[in-house]
T-cell receptor
């Protein structure tokens, strides 16, 4: 199993540009989520999905869109990039909707918005 | 609000000495608590979790954590630290089906 994969690893955008961060998992996990990691702030939840066709907002959803057309894929779209979105983005997945399952994280995408 | 706090930004220990990384929680009801580790330029890796039962939980790489309900704490411990344990450690709590993470503690183990 490849686990959770993310592309690209690094990206530089200009303010106002849009892009999609890709996330895929091959563990048949129902639950997937996107986090951003900023120094001194831990990980903050952006959006999550409890299954194909179902998504919901997390703590910091503004400026981001998600969709979940398949169990495997959960892309994150930046609609109009802003410098405040400079961060490291992690995708994660877990089995089931119960909060007692551990999450598996991808390697991250480091995004810089100039 | 349900959350966890990691009171120390950094922990420095010598190799071979005991390592403790502190975490306190604030939740209503029974907490589900987790520890994750992040090595440089990598994603987070699961170390251990407390759901119910024994207050002492054993996890990966020789780590363990003690759940203390009266002190609302879930400190991560390792009896003898290695240089390779140098990393960023996160405590997290279920709230209610997602995870809320602490700010992280950077552990440096010197040879």
């Amino acid at each position: 199993n490849a686990g959770v994969t993310q592309t690209p690893k690094f990206q530089v955008l200009k303010t106002g540009q849009s892009m999609t961060l890709q996330c895929a998992q091959d563990m048949n996990h129902e639950y997937m989520s996107w986090y951003r990691q900023d120094p001194g702030m831990g990980l903050r939840l952006i959006h999550y999905s409890v299954g194909a066709g179902i998504t919901d907002q997390g703590e910091v959803p503004n400026g981001y869109n998600v969709s979940r057309s398949t169990t495997e894929d959960f892309p994150l779209r930046l609609l109009s990039a802003a410098p405040s979105q400079t961060s490291v983005y992690f995708c994660a997945s877990r089995s089931g909707q119960g909060g007692y399952y551990e999450q598996y994280f991808g390697p991250g995408t480091r995004l810089t918005v100039t | 609000a349900q959350s966890v706090a990691q009171p120390e930004d950094q922990v420095n220990v010598a190799e071979g000495n005991p390592l403790t990384v502190k975490c306190t929680y604030s939740v209503s009801g029974n907490p589900y608590l987790f520890w994750y580790v992040q090595y440089p330029n990598r994603g987070l890796q699961f170390l251990l979790k407390y759901i119910t039962g024994d207050n002492l939980v054993k996890g990966s790489y020789g780590f363990e954590a003690e759940f203390n309900k009266s002190q609302t704490s879930f400190h991560l411990k390792k009896p003898s630290a290695l240089v390779s344990d140098s990393a960023l450690y996160f405590c997290a709590v279920r709230v209610p089906t997602q995870l809320s993470f602490g700010a992280g503690t950077t552990v440096t183990v010197r040879a």
